[in-house]
Nanobody, 123 residues
Framework: QVQLVESGGGLVQAGGSLRLSCSAS????????MGWFRQTPGEEREFVAT????????NYADSLKGRFTISGDNAENTVYLQMNSLKPEDTAVYYC????????????????WGQGTQVTVSS
């Protein structure tokens, strides 16, 4: 059974940085794609970034390019989301997700999800 555990969320001032981690277990993830999504109350979960383990290819939400960076440590089965120049509108619960196969930006294509970690950016 795939398990994903996020960590690293918290409270940060606008302009600050946070690094989220997602520890994955239960599979050999070499053929998997990992994604980060976020959700605010009353809104749909939205795509943030994704990375494919096999070749390190990445994709980002257009609005977040240049501020957020996704990376992975294959040996540790851990995916990171480095978030810089944070803004109050980045406040959300951030979720890690996994799927077998190619990169996708669609939430419905990810069958495995973590429990989420809260990120709050104060102005």
């Amino acid at each position: 059974q795939v398990q994903l555990v996020e960590s690293g969320g918290g409270l940060v001032q606008a302009g600050g940085s946070l690094r989220l981690s997602c520890s994955a277990s239960g599979r050999t993830f070499s053929s998997y794609t990992m994604g980060w999504f976020r959700q605010t109350p009353g809104e749909e979960r939205e795509f943030v970034a994704t990375i494919r383990w096999s070749d390190g290819s990445t994709n980002y939400a257009d609005s977040l390019k240049g501020r957020f960076t996704i990376s992975g440590d294959n040996a540790e089965n851990t995916v990171y989301l480095q978030m810089n120049s944070l803004k109050p509108e980045d406040t959300a619960v951030y979720y890690c997700a996994a799927r077998y196969g190619a990169i996708s930006t669609q939430t419905y294509e990810y069958p495995y999800w973590g429990q989420g970690t809260q990120v709050t950016v104060s102005s």
